[in-house]
Nanobody
């Protein structure tokens, strides 16, 4: 299985910004649809954003579109999540996920077979 490692979580004030990173294994990363999900305490894991490594498609949840941006660095085998205008309701554990090319367009965690360990993002009000 592909190895995914998230980093960059922390505590930030409402209205602030944070940048998460997800490093993946070189060989499998190029074959994956990469996405970010989040899970708040007591809630189900929800989709935030996903993209193809080739950049053929990118799609966002309504709750984050316009504030979050996903990007890729092929040389570093890394996907980033730039989070701006953060709100207290963005507080959650954020997970990097990878799926097969056929997962493009999916917002279902079950369609993503590779997961990182998660990184905590806390937004204070």
């Amino acid at each position: 299985q592909v190895q995914l490692v998230e980093s960059g979580g922390g505590l930030v004030q409402a209205g602030g910004s944070l940048r998460l990173a997800c490093a993946a294994s070189e060989r499998t990363f190029s074959n994956l649809v990469m996405g970010w999900f989040r899970q708040a305490p007591g809630k189900e894991r929800e989709f935030a954003v996903a993209t193809t490594w080739s950049g053929a498609g990118t799609y966002y949840a309504d709750s984050v579109e316009g504030r979050f941006t996903i990007s890729r660095d092929k040389a570093k085998n890394t996907v980033y999540l730039q989070m701006n205008s953060l709100k207290p309701e963005d507080t959650a554990v954020y997970y990097c996920a990878g799926g097969r090319a056929g997962s493009l367009g999916s917002r279902n965690p079950a369609d993503f077979g590779a997961w990182g360990q998660g990184t905590q993002v806390t937004v204070s009000s």
